[in-house]
C-alpha cells in the first residue's frame, strides 16, 4: 500500500494525490488515489481573503471568520470536495486545514461538513450525502441544534468553537 506520511500542501493545481471525479448523485467529487492515515494534513484551504462586502459572483468561497471568506478560482484540490454529515476531513487544529479524521482509504471520496465553516444565517444546501446521520439541510454553524454543535465543535473552525461575533480579521491569518 503507498501510503500518504506527509501529504503537499494543496497549493498551486491538483496534487497527484487527488482526483476529481464524477460522482452518482453530487456532480464532482475530490477522491483520494493513495491511503490517507488518521490525522494526516490532507488539504490546507487556499485562495486570497475577502470580506463580504467584497465578493464576487465567481468566487468559491468558503467563511473562515464572521466577516472573512477564504476565495479562490474554482480549480483548487479544497473546491472541488464535497459537503457529507459524515466527513472523513475535518479542521481539527481549528485551522483551515482539512485533517484526515480517520483512516481513508485509496479511491475513497473526501468531504467535510460545510457547517463547521459556515456563520452566515439562512444559508443552506439540500444534503445528498446519504450517510445515516444525514441531516437533511446544511446551515451554517450557529443555526445547528446545540447537539450539533456539540458533536461538530472539535472539527469546525475556531472562530465558530469561540462563538458567533470572535477572531479573525483580514491579514489575522498565520
Ligand atoms: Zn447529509
Redesign the pocket.
Known sequence: MHRLSNPEPSSGPLSRAFEVRDTLAKGRGLYTITFIPRGAVVLRCSGGTFCTSELLPEHFAMQIGDDLWLCSDGRQPDDCAN????PNLGFTTGEPILCALRDIEADEELCWDYSTSLAENGWRLE?????P????T?RSFPELSAEDQQRLRPIALTYLRLGHGATLRQGELR
Open positions: 459537503h457529507s454529515c459524515d444534503c445528498l450525502c446519504g450517510a446521520c444525514c441531516r437533511g446544511v
